[in-house]
């Protein structure tokens, strides 16, 4: 399914829309997508949690598979940009987050840009504190955002994370405004960049469970699966018919 302009509905309505993607891609990853000693849960605020609890440590076991569980692959994920971004900076709405079973730390979360995201200094200053914070205490990140640029992310919502993180900017091919972009924490940690647009189809990104170990998600999927629920009426708005 193409990519829609979601310019072409209020705010609220992909509000609803992402209430449904979340859930989709939570449910795809406990149906065998995560090895068995990992699970996804819809939360609102991952950063709130104890930071004794969301670090992630380091773990020398290798990634685990069964019958009923995913297997994670060791192989870098093919993507067309990749960029490490330096090291971090001084400082240590719903999102999948995903955990591991041994204590329920927070591993790696899943955040889907939002309008709301977009509307402010201070709401996009938000957003990448949080984003960085995450990235700080080596919680892996993958973020999508399927919404044009503004005046607060004139070259897209990764070329504001590389600014926070690396001091440079990123530059996204011509055409490609929208993003995909998984992050690996680590120092420096990486970026997986995949540039989008309206009318293309949503790439498989990967969601790392440690650093070099990730599953990879099906956007496009999921977001076929979420969008099939959206309701009638406004779907004839969004496809334009």
């Given at each position: 399914?193409?990519?829609?302009?979601?310019?072409?509905?209020?705010?609220?309505?992909?509000?609803?829309?992402?209430?449904?993607?979340?859930?989709?891609?939570?449910?795809?990853?406990?149906?065998?997508?995560?090895?068995?000693?990992?699970?996804?849960?819809?939360?609102?605020?991952?950063?709130?949690?104890?930071?004794?609890?969301?670090?992630?440590?380091?773990?020398?076991?290798?990634?685990t598979?069964?019958?009923?569980?995913?297997?994670?692959?060791?192989?870098?994920?093919?993507?067309?940009?990749?960029?490490?971004?330096?090291?971090?900076?001084?400082?240590?709405?719903?999102?999948?987050?995903?955990?591991?079973?041994?204590?329920?730390?927070?591993?790696?979360?899943?955040?889907?840009?939002?309008?709301?995201?977009?509307?402010?200094?201070?709401?996009?200053?938000?957003f990448?504190?949080?984003?960085?914070?995450?990235?700080?205490?080596?919680?892996?990140?993958?973020?999508?955002?399927?919404?044009p640029?503004?005046?607060?992310?004139?070259?897209g919502?990764?070329?504001?994370?590389?600014?926070?993180?690396?001091?440079?900017e990123?530059?996204p091919p011509?055409?490609?405004?929208?993003?995909?972009?998984?992050?690996?924490?680590?120092?420096?940690?990486?970026?997986?960049?995949?540039?989008?647009?309206?009318?293309?189809?949503?790439?498989?990104?990967?969601?790392?469970?440690?650093?070099?170990?990730?599953?990879?998600?099906?956007?496009?999927?999921?977001?076929?699966?979420?969008?099939?629920?959206?309701?009638?009426?406004?779907?004839?708005?969004?496809?334009?018919?």
């Amino acid at each position: 399914m193409p990519i829609h302009d979601w310019t072409r509905v209020y705010a609220g309505i992909f509000h609803d829309f992402h209430q449904l993607w979340c859930a989709e891609m939570r449910n795809r990853l406990n149906a065998g997508l995560l090895p068995t000693d990992h699970y996804a849960l819809l939360e609102q605020v991952a950063v709130g949690v104890e930071g004794d609890v969301i670090t992630l440590q380091d773990r020398e076991d290798g990634p685990t598979a069964d019958a009923d569980g995913g297997v994670a692959t060791l192989a870098a994920p093919k993507t067309r940009f990749v960029a490490e971004l330096g090291k971090f900076p001084p400082r240590r709405k719903n999102t999948v987050a995903v955990r591991h079973v041994s204590d329920d730390r927070v591993v790696a979360v899943i955040e889907i840009v939002s309008p709301g995201n977009k509307e402010s200094n201070r709401a996009m200053q938000s957003f990448v504190d949080k984003a960085v914070d995450l990235l700080a205490k080596g919680v892996h990140l993958l973020v999508v955002d399927l919404h044009p640029p503004t005046l607060r992310d004139p070259r897209g919502i990764h070329s504001v994370m590389s600014e926070e993180l690396a001091g440079e900017e990123f530059h996204p091919p011509e055409g490609g405004p929208l993003t995909a972009v998984a992050y690996e924490a680590g120092v420096p940690p990486k970026a997986y960049i995949k540039p989008l647009r309206v009318g293309g189809v949503l790439p498989d990104m990967p969601v790392f469970l440690r650093p070099g170990v990730h599953v990879s998600l099906p956007l496009e999927e999921t977001y076929t699966s979420a969008y099939q629920a959206v309701p009638a009426r406004w779907r004839r708005v969004i496809d334009g018919v």
